[in-house]
């Protein structure tokens, strides 16, 4: 009866001291994700180093919780940082980069079309193929943030209403694995998105202003 509670106590606190590790990277992930995005709002190429920080924490971490897909996004985050902040640093001397742009409507209902077609194939490979949970939201969230992510780097003003979706749906998804930081950093990405719109557009109509 002692060796049950003794293997019993050890393996509760074999979880405890696990599970604050894992808060532990979660909470600096989030502080860097933070400081990314409030970078990025404000056009600074600065934002692509704390990304890089960043993602390669989440990196390790979805895929301690088996969400797959979500760590290879994470990985794919990591080199886009790069390519970001090449291409953020193309033709200016200061830190804002190249210009804010908007596509059109047409261009954007075949990106919506496309992804999500991919999203659907890529779903049903990981719910029959792998241990993935939650596998064609999971899917969803990986490429709409594949694709979004390319528009950020080539600043086109609405990938932030794409981020109010893939933010959405991600929050329901770590709130069912636990991650409970993240889900609140996502429930602020939010409102920091909305944001963000607002001030790339403004800095758009300003650049019209200036070329006129």
Not at 70 to 85: I, P, T, W
Not at 151 to 162: D, I, Q, R
């Amino acid at each position: 009866m002692m060796d049950f509670w003794s293997a019993l106590l050890s393996t509760f606190n074999g979880a405890l001291i696990e599970a604050t590790a894992l808060t532990a990277w979660e909470a600096v992930a989030v502080t860097l994700a933070a400081a990314y995005l409030i970078l990025a709002m404000k056009g600074s190429i600065w934002c692509w180093f704390a990304a890089f920080a960043s993602t390669a924490i989440y990196t390790a971490l979805f895929w301690k919780v088996s969400l797959l897909m979500e760590s290879v996004l994470n990985v794919y985050y990591m080199a886009m940082a790069f390519y970001g902040l090449h291409q953020w640093s193309k033709g200016r001397t200061d830190d804002s980069g190249i210009e804010v742009v908007s596509w059109s409507l047409k261009r954007h209902v075949q990106l919506i079309l496309g992804t999500a077609s991919v999203s659907v194939i890529v779903g049903f490979l990981m719910s029959n193929y792998t241990q993935a949970s939650y596998a064609y939201l999971d899917a969803a969230t990986t490429c709409f943030a594949v694709m979004t992510t390319y528009l950020v780097t080539k600043k086109v003003l609405e990938n932030w209403l794409y981020w109010v979706v893939i933010d959405f749906v991600s929050i329901y998804l770590y709130l069912q694995k636990g991650l409970m930081l993240t889900s609140m950093l996502f429930i602020l990405y939010v409102g920091m998105a909305i944001a963000g719109y607002f001030l790339w557009r403004t800095a758009m109509r300003e650049q019209r202003v200036a070329s006129a």
